[in-house]
């Protein structure tokens, strides 16, 4: 079989493990099933601009073109340092878009992807943004009513907990495995200001997540369309939004949003 189109963030359901389907065109392609067999994609060149379509030559950021790159609130720099969101003051790059996305539940959640991290999502990209990152494991530690405030508890956990993942560590299922979540999560509770010690999180639910894999590599060499036009292999896992392909090769599907591939099963 051969599918193509623009390639973009694989959908996911948790289930045990995690079900992972990747949207070509018109195709819903569950990806789980692939595992154990060769895959090839091939990428020519041709890239689109995941906001307006338009064919660019190199993306910027996730997918965009230049112009949206700048101009376009989904890549606003709040998006990475949401402790700089001002929709809850009804500004930002498109206020309308802000009140829509970021002036909405948020959840300060723990996870131990390799090490222990924290990290910030919308209420209702609970758990995509844990399986999207490769988590093992996840818990809220508060809930907040906008993107802002749960800025202001990262920013104040920083200096006691990362809040990078360690994506070779993950891929490499190297997980902090002696720690007990619910006691950082207590730990941590000391850390949230005083005015937002309110939206502390009643809620210990410790939600754990299983990857598909026949094995994970030793060590990994991530792969790129940049330098190859033929990425592929035996498909041997998944994690976060990387496929893991034999001798440890990896490729971040995530980061080639955009790139118009063509994918031979
Ligand atoms: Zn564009
Ligand atoms: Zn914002």
Redesign the pocket.
């Known amino acids: 079989m051969t599918y193509q189109g623009n390639l973009k963030k694989m959908k996911v359901v948790l289930n045990n493990p995690v079900e992972y389907t990747l949207e070509l065109g018109e195709d819903k392609i569950h990806m789980n099933d692939l595992i154990g067999k060769e895959i090839l994609f091939k990428y020519d060149g041709v890239i689109n601009c995941k906001i307006c379509g338009r064919k660019i030559k190199k993306t910027f950021g996730e997918g965009f073109c230049y112009e949206h790159f700048i101009n376009h609130?989904a890549n606003?720099e709040?998006?990475i340092r949401?402790e700089?969101?001002?929709?809850h003051l009804g500004k930002?790059r498109d206020p309308e878009w802000?009140l829509e996305?970021?002036v909405q539940p948020h959840v300060v959640y723990l996870a131990i992807a390799s090490g222990l991290k924290v990290g910030v999502t919308r209420g209702t990209q609970v758990p995509t943004r844990w399986i999207d990152q490769g988590a093992w494991k996840a818990i809220r530690l508060a809930e907040v009513p906008n993107?802002?405030m749960a800025g202001q508890i990262e920013v104040a956990l920083k200096d006691h907990i990362s809040d990078k993942t360690h994506w070779q560590k993950m891929l490499k299922n190297e997980l902090a495995d002696h720690l007990d979540i619910i006691e950082e999560k207590q730990k941590m509770q000391a850390f949230i200001p005083d005015e937002l010690s309110q939206y502390y999180s009643s809620n210990d639910e410790i939600v754990e997540i299983s990857y598909p894999a026949l094995q994970f590599p030793t060590k990994v060499k991530s792969l790129s369309f940049d330098k190859l036009p033929e990425v592929g292999g035996k498909l041997e896992g998944i994690k976060g939004q990387y496929l893991i392909f034999d001798e440890g090769r990896v490729i971040n599907l995530r980061k080639f949003t955009g790139y118009f591939v063509e994918l031979v099963v």
């Open positions: 609130p606003s709040c998006i949401p700089l969101c001002e929709g930002g802000e996305n970021h993107r802002f």
